[in-house]
């Protein structure tokens, strides 16, 4: 396994693979690394010749500092596991290396990042689509794996790659989950072991979803997952919402037409979790 800090040897270094006629895979994280990450990397080494894993805390993306200063880093694990995974390269970029100067580019995604995560996170989405297209255009990808976790960020991001034409395809990877429920986040191990224990209620209700959806029409629905979860103390719901997948609006009438999913995000503590359901 490399380890690259620089994009001149990283580019260098693929160059050669891809004279090969080796195929290029990228697996974008921030690290702390935990199975789900691990899913989009054996998805990535079964589809591609070359697995590259980024690790990369982007600093634009965070819309609170103290998130970004809270966030765990864990770089000599992360190595560790992805030797023993069989990774080919990490990229493992300084900061002044990603942003020499400082970032200014915008990008407007319609209706795409005006619910959920974009209207609680705002600039969200806009640093996390500056970061990736850096990448894309560092790494080169014939694939980019990302995972459905994070169903707002890969919409969001298949939608700038059909907007820039960019030449890598995006493929997207499902939900990992522990034993539990809970799906794997890099930001579970913060929970004290009594958050730990009501994170669990943010999947039971989601899964509840599909039982329910002949009982209640939507916003009752929302209500009734709202309020039975923030019965406890330990758990603060920010949204539930049920959206149309392809342009991410809410959805009021289960009759309305297009593919559905129920996202959700909720202060456990302080620390904030985000979950998804696919409806139908
Ligand atoms: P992150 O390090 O949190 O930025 O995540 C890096 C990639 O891993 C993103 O594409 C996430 O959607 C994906 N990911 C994170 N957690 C999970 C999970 N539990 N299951 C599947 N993919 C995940």
């Not at 690290?31 to 590259?52: E, K, P, R, Y």
């Not at 993306?61 to 992360?78: C, I, S, V």
């Amino acid at each position: 396994m490399k380890t690259v800090r620089y994009i001149k040897e990283i580019r260098d270094i693929l160059s050669s693979y891809r004279e090969e006629g080796k195929t290029i895979g990228l697996v974008p994280t921030m690290g702390a690394l935990h199975d789900g990450h691990l899913s989009l990397i054996h998805q990535c080494m079964a589809n591609d010749s070359i697995t590259v894993v980024s690790i990369f805390i982007n600093p634009t993306q965070f819309n609170d500092e103290k998130d970004f200063r809270m966030y765990p880093r864990n770089t000599e694990k992360d190595l560790e596991l992805l030797k023993k995974n069989e990774c080919h390269i990490v990229f493992l970029p300084p900061e002044k290396e990603m942003y020499p100067t400082k970032e200014i580019r915008k990008f407007d995604f319609g209706s795409l990042d005006k619910h959920m995560e974009g209207e609680f996170r705002p600039g969200h989405f806009n640093g996390v689509a500056q970061i990736v297209t850096k990448l894309f255009s560092i790494i080169e990808p014939d694939h980019a794996y990302f995972g459905e976790k994070d169903f707002q960020q890969l919409t969001i991001i298949k939608a700038i790659v059909r907007q820039l034409n960019l030449p890598v395809q995006i493929i997207s990877c499902p939900i990992i989950r522990e034993p539990d429920g809970l799906a794997m986040s890099s930001r579970n191990p913060l929970l004290t072991a009594s958050e730990r224990i009501s994170a669990t209620k943010i999947p039971e209700a989601l899964f509840k979803i599909k039982e329910l959806t002949d009982k209640m029409g939507i916003n009752e629905l929302k209500e009734f997952l709202w309020n039975e979860i923030d019965l406890d103390p330990n758990l603060r719901t920010e949204y539930v919402e049920i959206v149309e997948e392809t342009g991410l609006n809410p959805v009021n009438n289960w009759d309305e037409p297009g593919s559905k999913r129920a996202c959700i995000a909720v202060k456990v503590g302080s620390i904030r979790l985000i979950d998804n359901i696919k409806i139908s």
